[in-house]
């Protein structure tokens, strides 16, 4: 007999979970969640003993299975195995994760042969070695950090993402919650649309636009023997009056930054304002300068990127090439400067 979704949900309560007023259905981002009645709240809730560590996870002939030494029950051990091979790993979260890789392999490819793209270039290739493995690639796509460590949460993975949705509630479980007058969603983390589609493989409109990793030196006199060291680690900790901000270290002449906002579609003023708070406090005088430089610098490595692939057909070229765009927009948000 098929496992169905009226199965599946009644043996994840059984076990804890709550899954209220929802269904599954195809939507406009493809497979979704969505409201039964769209004038109630849903509710949706995956308990400590369904999130099931990484690390407890194999695969064994092309399913995905919890290992036998692991300390899960065996009432979630064939729970999560059964939903796995009916909704999520087996219903189209292998193929979908084969095609991303071996579409960013061609990107590596086509990407190599251009001028401009080395920061893009390492990016991609830190992503493709990384997950060469499809099961590794579906895992790092469809889990979430607790407490430091990834876990795999089944039912909640299939709720897709908006950047303007409210995130997961993660005290005692994973929790989403409220009424939705359409499909169901969450904010799986703040990211920009490059790092979503790396990530995630879809194109997604973010609000905000990083700098890729960069060791910047400084391009003025004033500020000779300077520089600032980027990366890409959304780590928000650091304080400039009321704002939560990257975190951010000075030594001697260098500034390093967790990551840079370069674009904020709906606080141009920011990027800017804390970009130049953050150099003059280190010392910097040339800090307008230094950040269109590395605004022009991330541009031009998209852009590029956006025209390597320009001629490409296919559904991953066309996913691609709108991420691009998403990213281009963003970057494309800021000006002036406010008090911090």
Sequence with gaps: MAYGWDDMIEEFRTLGGAADNIVQRVGTRGRGIFPIDNAKPIRLHVPENLLIPVEDIEFVDDRLRIRGASAVGAAERDFVERYEDA???????????????????HLELEASTHSVVSPLVACVRAHTRSRDSVGQRFLESRTILRNDAAVLMPLMELVNHDPFAPPYDVRGGVAIGGVFQDEVLVRYTIQDAFGMFMNFGFASAEPMAFGLTMDHPASSKPDADRRIVIKRDMVFKGKLGSFDVPEFKIEGGILTLSCLMLGATRAPRLPRSIFFTLLKDAGWQSWAEEFDRIAHANRIVFLDMLGSIEAREGEFAVTVRRALRHQLSALSFYFGIRQL
């Design 87 to 105: 909704f999520s790993w087996g219903a189209g979260g292998r193929t979908d994760c084969a095609a991303f890789l071996e579409g960013m392999k």
